[in-house]
């Protein structure tokens, strides 16, 4: 692993619309994990005195689909860089007509529907980390704090993608009492357990999902247009949210039985 351990104590991954989050000053550090390499080079920087970590999840120019995206470099290089909490924005689709787009979600659950992705890091020894609760509650509450007018709570379910859902797929999704549809929480957020790094979404709706909207379904335009509008004030809830985080006391995402050091030292 990397020797700079103490570069970021925050780090954030900006989904789709979201490549940078610094106006200046952020330096550009080149990490090489067991793991190839990360989606882009991790961007470092300080946020009203914090040291953060940013990382276009899908590459600076969006050549990661969510399915090629490599998540297991990805989070490898944020903890490399002495990372251990994670702030996650993404691009979601609303299943019920009470979330409109524009809104943003602090999920607090997700149901993994995505199939072929590689998610863990542990190949060779039995490791099971709990995750039942698969976000830090101080994250939550800090990204919650960030936007008083976001949604506190729901289920997102991740599917495989990159295409859309049917209007059937979306309609059971609805119907299990699921509130938001993504292609990318999962493998990241379980991946982010197994390295011990407290881990929240934020989750920005774009569109209303097949299921529940009256028109032709979901079209990738109109979620960049929604995102594009929003980015502003995404970035500003992250930033504060990073503040925030950077003040709230240790939780209990980096217990469990494995060694994650040890982990390290055998890859
Ligand atoms: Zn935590």
């Given at each position: 692993m990397s020797d700079q351990q103490d570069r970021a104590t925050i780090g954030v991954i900006g989904g789709t619309g979201f490549y940078s989050f610094?106006?200046?000053?952020?330096?550009?550090?080149?990490v090489d994990t067991p793991f190839g390499a990360p989606s882009a080079p991790i961007s470092v920087g300080t946020v009203d005195g914090v040291q953060v970590a940013f990382v276009p999840r899908h590459g600076r120019n969006h050549e990661y689909a969510p399915h090629t995206v490599p998540y297991r470099?990805?989070?490898?290089?944020?903890?490399s860089l002495g990372v251990r909490r994670v702030f996650a924005p993404c691009a979601v689709g609303s299943l019920t007509t009470d979330i409109g787009p524009g809104t943003l979600v602090?999920?607090?659950q997700l149901v993994d529907r995505t199939s072929g992705r590689t998610h863990?890091?542990?190949?060779?020894?039995?490791?099971?980390?709990?995750?039942?609760?698969?976000?830090?509650?101080?994250?939550?509450?800090?990204a919650h704090s960030a936007a008083p007018d976001s949604i506190d709570g729901g289920t997102m379910v991740v599917i495989e993608g990159p295409r859309f859902s049917t209007r059937a797929e979306s309609q059971w999704f609805a119907r299990q009492g699921w509130t938001l549809v993504n292609m990318t929480g999962h493998p990241e957020?379980?991946?982010?357990?197994?390295?011990?790094?407290?881990?929240?979404?934020?989750?920005?709706?774009?569109?209303?999902?097949?299921g529940v909207s009256e028109g032709e379904?979901?079209?990738?335009?109109?979620?960049?247009?929604?995102?594009?509008?929003?980015?502003?004030?995404?970035?500003?809830?992250?930033?504060?949210?990073?503040?925030?985080?950077?003040?709230?006391a240790d939780c209990d995402c980096a217990q469990g039985g494995h060694d994650v050091d040890a982990l390290i030292a055998s890859v």
């Open positions: 610094f106006d200046s000053g952020s330096e550009e550090v080149v470099a990805t989070m490898w290089a944020l903890r602090i999920p607090d863990t890091f542990f190949d060779t020894s039995a490791v099971h980390v709990s995750f039942a609760d698969p976000y830090c509650p101080q994250l939550r509450s800090a957020a379980v991946l982010a357990r197994e390295l011990k790094m407290c881990y929240a979404a934020v989750a920005l709706v774009t569109d209303t999902d097949a379904g979901v079209s990738e335009a109109e979620v960049y247009a929604v995102f594009e509008k929003s980015l502003e004030m995404l970035k500003g809830v992250l930033t504060r949210s990073v503040v925030a985080a950077d003040a709230i």
